[in-house]
T-cell receptor, first 114, second 112 residues
Framework: EAQVTQNPRYLITVTGKKLTVTCSQN?????MSWYRQDPGLGLRQIYY???????DKGDVPEGYKVSRKEKRNFPLILESPSPNQTSLYFC?????????????FGPGTRLLVL | KQEVTQIPAALSVPEGENLVLNCSFT??????LQWFRQDPGKGLTSLLL?????REQTSGRLNASLDKSSGRSTLYIAASQPGDSATYLC???????????FGQGTTLQVKP
């Protein structure tokens, strides 16, 4: 089954404790992206990657890191989480960013930073 | 800067009603417009994608229209069912950046 998976689905942590949210897709997609969703603000892009070893900042990259060492994986790293990073996070992938390409979304990771 | 607005923020209707969700965007430089469905605790599922050159797309009981010149799209749901209860998100793909810009969503409740 074609899908985007994220782990963990739920995470409670404390300020300053490094964490990684994994994202993996099995569709051989080149483009991958991370979003955060907050009430009243909608989905905002954190980082994206056009291909292996190519990453770029989205609209809200502060406090986050990503890597793209393999085509299928795109982990999101919070080196020193803070309470304002409490949010619902989505990973997405697509074949590219062309006109007709649709993004496939993972199930989301709900993060609470105390 | 592209901004996407969805009205209303929430909607409650009895089962069987036809309904319209609205989406507006400020910059007409788009590749396409997409409607997504989001269920609680789950990710986003793409419902319909309308290319910038198209006027509408249909899938089952869903029909989405696009008027690029006026910066508007509507999602029409016919004969609504309780299973249609979800949050519906509109997103445009900017032809300047290739990025998806999302609206804040309309939360729909269809009562049996």
């Amino acid at each position: 089954e074609a899908q985007v998976t994220q782990n963990p689905r739920y995470l409670i942590t404390v300020t300053g404790k490094k964490l990684t949210v994994t994202c993996s897709q099995n569709m051989n997609h080149e483009y991958m992206s991370w979003y955060r969703q907050d009430p009243g603000l909608g989905l905002r892009q954190i980082y994206y990657s056009m291909n292996v070893e190519v990453t770029d900042k989205g609209d809200v990259p502060e406090g986050y890191k990503v890597s793209r060492k393999e085509k299928r994986n795109f982990p999101l790293i919070l080196e020193s989480p803070s309470p304002n990073q409490t949010s619902l996070y989505f990973c997405a992938s697509s074949r590219g960013i062309g006109r007709g390409e649709t993004q496939y979304f993972g199930p989301g990771t709900r993060l609470l930073v105390l | 800067k592209q901004e996407v607005t969805q009205i209303p923020a929430a909607l409650s209707v009895p089962e069987g009603e036809n309904l319209v969700l609205n989406c507006s965007f400020t910059d007409s430089a788009i590749y396409n417009l997409q409607w997504f469905r989001q269920d609680p605790g789950k990710g986003l599922t793409s419902l319909l994608l309308i290319q910038s050159s198209q006027r509408e797309q249909t899938s089952g009981r869903l029909n989405a229209s696009l008027d690029k010149s006026s910066g508007r799209s509507t999602l029409y749901i016919a004969a609504s069912q309780p299973g249609d209860s979800a949050t519906y998100l509109c997103a445009v793909k900017s032809s300047n950046t290739g990025k998806l810009i999302f609206g804040q969503g309309t939360t729909l409740q269809v009562k049996p």
